[in-house]
Nanobody, 126 residues
Framework: QVQLVESGGGLVQAGDSLRLSCAAS????????MGWFRQAPEKEREFVAA???????YYADSVKGRFTISRDNAKNMLYLPMNRLKPENTAVYYC????????????????????WGQGTQVTVSS
């Protein structure tokens, strides 16, 4: 049974940093494309960043230069260090895995991912 467990969220002030982590278990992590999404209250879940199994990375324009997605295949871990946080970054952040590896959707689309964590809350105060 595949499990994705996020951690690292919290309450910070604008301009601060946080590092989110996602621990994967029960899967061949190194072969999965992985992504981070977020959902603010009353908003759709939106793409933040993705990293393919090859190591190629993708980012939403709003986080480029501030967030960095990375993975450690030896530890089955996915990371998202977030710098210069803004109040509009407040959301529940979800780790997602694409275990199938193909399909009509890009890695920036939530429909591409078939496995999701439970989320971790990030709150940025002004």
């Amino acid at each position: 049974q595949v499990q994705l467990v996020e951690s690292g969220g919290g309450l910070v002030q604008a301009g601060d940093s946080l590092r989110l982590s996602c621990a994967a278990s029960g899967c061949t992590f190194s072969t999965y494309n992985m992504g981070w999404f977020r959902q603010a209250p009353e908003k759709e879940r939106e793409f933040v960043a993705a990293i393919a199994w090859t190591g190629v990375t993708y980012y939403a324009d709003s986080v480029k230069g501030r967030f960095t997605i990375s993975r450690d295949n030896a530890k089955n871990m996915l990371y998202l260090p977030m710098n210069r946080l803004k109040p509009e970054n407040t959301a529940v952040y979800y780790c997602a895995a694409d275990s199938i590896g193909t399909g009509p959707y890009t890695l920036g689309s939530r429909q591409r991912y078939d496995l999701w964590g439970q989320g971790t809350q990030v709150t940025v105060s002004s």
